[in-house]
């Protein structure tokens, strides 16, 4: 069995580790030689076959062709109405764009190495949802991979930390990366880590933060005379979203960044201060901050509780969150991790233990949430993994009182994988013939504030009303949910299934994928 990678799949970079011959997890370099490759991809107009290019001369590209180039794709997984046309044509869903990238990222792990790379661990936000988890899952199949397992970001970087400092105690990570946060809680004990809680946004980001300072320039290009509406030209806002991640890097370093856009024949010198960057993106910040306080609150601790504090994602390095953690934690951070590596190494370290175990034949679930794996040959602990769901998954039944439909939550966000859980339902006309299960997602007793993932319709006897049932749910560590409806009143089962989530790609779709993305020529 040959080498299996881990990949820390980003909303703006991806990366890209692999634990080597001496037991020691390392970035794998692009075939640029850098350590993280952007997560754009760029349809140059073609005869008839679309080759797309991924990187960073796709990023470079995006200013002067921005209806060839895609960006941002990983805030579009598992939405089913997303798609994106080539100048050919051409419709790819957001797992397909994924499936580019991840397609190029296994060519260059493979050029690195010098060998075929079939195994990897592909890592999500902690608070990816299961549509998004599945997702994700599905790129890596259609871009060649097998996926041993997606796993958590934060949980990825707590691994790397953890293992290469002995470290014991309560760790907060929080995770500000180019386009989604996450905060994370976990007690690590050795090689144990055990997540308490989790919070996050999947839409906040560096991303964010750079529109902030897209529509500061928009203002002061407009008081300069560059006329209105300057917010409806993409050429124009693709070029000064470049410039305006540029700035946002410089004001990490001083105190002024100075911004030059062309436009219409004239160049417009534009300055923003890092406290008027600051003060403009306050709320932003502030959403984080709110987060973060959610979750000690759902790990019952608090500050003084949190023995180290880890700041991963590129979007950490901007001064003010550094000095918005240290005022809040009262506590130094560990200079020592790397933002943009931290979670492709853990992954990688991940994917190493699954080889080991792979290679034994001594489990069928090697990469468990909460299964017990010898490490790899420098690290002389095992690992033991214990995750939670980061939403909540629940049942739509009519409520006995207001006989209004509501959602019953089973499963609690923030539960230990694997879960389990029951709610009592009953028949709600006489000689009920079935009855229609909807799976939800979220926490809101109101059904217009949860997704439904999946439903099935379970026949019945035909009982007089409020005949009683139980609904009964299991999620298993590969986030599969399995449902049971239980008749109490003959004690038997009436049926069990898996949740085909109807927001996902079908086998089918799937199989069509493959081979689409197969015959590309990507670079």
Not at 73 to 96: C, H, I, L, W
Not at 110 to 117: Q, R, S, W
Not at 257 to 264: C, D, G, K, L, V
């Amino acid at each position: 069995m040959g080498h299996v990678i881990g990949i820390d799949l980003g909303t703006t970079y991806s990366a890209v580790a692999v634990v080597n011959e001496a037991g020691i997890p390392e970035i794998l370099p692009n075939s640029e030689g850098k350590n993280t490759t952007p997560s754009v991809v760029l349809f140059p107009e073609t005869d008839s076959i679309d080759e797309p290019l991924v990187g960073e001369m796709a990023k470079r590209t995006a200013a002067s062709s921005p209806a060839d180039v895609v960006a941002f794709v990983k805030r579009q997984m598992g939405n089913p109405d997303y798609r994106f046309t080539s100048t050919n044509g051409n419709s790819y869903s957001a797992e397909e764009i994924s499936a580019i990238i991840l397609k190029k990222l296994k060519a260059d792990a493979e050029m690195a190495l010098g060998e075929e790379v079939t195994d990897a661990v592909i890592t999500v936000p902690a608070y990816f949802d299961d549509a998004r988890r599945v997702a994700t899952k599905q790129a890596g199949r259609i871009a060649g991979f097998n996926v041993l397992r997606v796993l958590n970001e934060p949980t990825a970087a707590a691994i790397s930390y953890g293992m290469s400092n002995d470290t014991t105690g309560c760790v907060l990570v929080y995770d500000l990366g180019g386009g989604t946060f996450d905060v994370t809680i976990m007690d690590i004990d050795g090689g144990r880590f055990d997540v308490l809680s989790t919070d996050g946004d999947r839409n906040l980001g560096g991303f964010d933060f750079d529109n902030r300072i897209i529509e500061e320039c928009i203002a002061q290009m407009e008081m300069q005379g560059a006329g209105q509406n300057l917010n409806t030209d993409d050429e124009l806002i693709a070029s000064m979203r470049e410039k305006a991640e540029l700035a946002k890097i410089s004001l990490s370093n001083v105190k002024q960044a100075n911004i030059i856009i062309p436009y219409n024949g004239k160049q417009f010198r534009l300055k923003i201060t890092r406290e008027h960057f600051e003060e403009i993106t306050r709320d932003l910040l502030n959403r984080t901050h709110d987060m973060v306080e959610e979750a000690l609150v759902a790990a019952q601790k608090t500050w003084s509780d949190i023995d180290r504090v880890l700041l991963i994602g590129g979007s950490t390095r901007m001064p003010m969150v550094r000095d918005m953690m240290e005022r809040k934690s009262g506590k130094h951070f560990e200079l020592n991790v790397n933002p943009d590596e931290a979670v492709a190494l853990g992954a990688a370290i991940q994917a190493a233990l699954c080889k080991q175990e792979k290679g034994r034949g001594t489990s069928t679930n090697a990469c468990d949430n909460s299964a017990l794996i010898p490490a790899p040959s420098s690290l002389t602990m095992p690992i033991i993994v214990s995750d939670i769901t980061s939403q909540a998954l629940g049942v739509i039944m009519l409520d006995s009182v207001t006989e209004e439909e509501k959602n019953f939550v089973i499963i609690p966000r923030n539960a230990k994988i694997p879960a389990k859980g029951n709610t009592s339902g009953s028949t709600v006309v006489d000689n009920q013939h079935s009855i229609n299960v909807r799976v939800t997602q979220g926490e809101e007793q109101d059904v217009r504030y949860c997704v439904v993932i999946g439903s099935k319709e379970i026949p019945i006897p035909p009982y007089p009303k409020g005949a009683p049932l139980t609904i009964s749910y299991a999620y298993d560590i590969d986030q599969t949910v399995y449902v049971e409806v239980f008749d109490d009143t003959a004690h038997c089962s009436l049926g069990t299934f898996e949740v085909d989530r109807v927001l996902n790609m079908s086998e089918e779709e799937v199989s069509q994928a493959i081979t689409k993305i197969d015959d590309m020529d990507i670079t």
